[in-house]
T-cell receptor, first 113, second 112 residues
Framework: DGGITQSPKYLFRKEGQNVTLSCEQN?????MYWYRQDPGQGLRLIYY???????QKGDIAEGYSVSREKKESFPLTVTSAQKNPTAFYLC????????????FGPGTRLTVT | DAKTTQPPSMDCAEGRAANLPCNHS???????VYWYRQIHSQGPQYIIH???NNETNEMASLIITEDRKSSTLILPHATLRDTAVYYC?????????????FGEGTQLTVNP
């Protein structure tokens, strides 16, 4: 089955610890995205990447870092500098040309206490 | 960015058409209107998009006004599984690519 996988679905961490969220796609999509969603709100863009080894900050990049060493993978690290890390994190991907339809993963719900 | 305005919530009876409005009065000539929906605690799902003409696919129809300042997403025969938050989005184009900006959407509740 082709698609986007995010793991784990639920993640719990102590305050002050960095945590890395996984996002993998086998759709051969060029672009990948990370969003954050807080309860009752829409999605906010954290980082995105159009090609391997390149990425750009979105609207709320502070306290987050990413890498894009492989086309299939776009991991997101939530660092201890992120003041309010508890949220629902969504990864998405799309073809770079000819389509603006984004395909979303199932999301990871991160809880930091 | 062209900002969109949607009602926060709507109700619809099962089997009836659901008409979800969206205002985007500052839309630019080359910006598309996209609709996505998000069922609770899942990732959003693409529904449909359009530029000027009305569009229809197996999920929904999109009606865009002639001046492009507003649009309506139509689910012709709503089912309980259509209960979700519906996002109307105008595409933002950056020099390094294209991205979508999500607002708060409309919570559609389909009632039995």
């Amino acid at each position: 089955d082709g698609g986007i996988t995010q793991s784990p679905k639920y993640l719990f961490r102590k305050e002050g610890q960095n945590v890395t969220l996984s996002c993998e796609q086998n759709l051969n999509h060029d672009a990948m995205y990370w969003y954050r969603q807080d309860p009752g709100q829409g999605l906010r863009l954290i980082y995105y990447s159009q090609i391997v080894n390149d990425f750009q900050k979105g609207d709320i990049a502070e306290g987050y870092s990413v890498s894009r060493e492989k086309k299939e993978s776009f991991p997101l690290t939530v660092t201890s500098a992120q003041k309010n890390p508890t949220a629902f994190y969504l990864c998405a991907s799309r073809l770079a040309r000819g389509s603006y339809e984004q395909y979303f993963g199932p999301g990871t719900r991160l809880t930091v206490t | 960015d062209a900002k969109t305005t949607q009602p926060p919530s709507m109700d619809c009876a099962e089997g009836r058409a659901a008409n979800l409005p969206c205002n985007h009065s500052t839309i630019s000539g080359n910006e598309y209107v996209y609709w996505y929906r998000q069922i609770h605690s899942q990732g959003p799902q693409y529904i449909i998009h359009g530029l000027k003409n009305n569009e229809t696919n197996e999920m929904a129809s999109l009606i865009i006004t002639e001046d492009r300042k507003s649009s309506t997403l139509i689910l012709p025969h709503a089912t309980l599984r259509d209960t979700a938050v519906y996002y109307c989005i105008v595409r933002v184009e950056e020099t390094s690519g294209s991205r979508l900006t999500f607002g708060e959407g409309t919570q559609l509740t389909v009632n039995p």
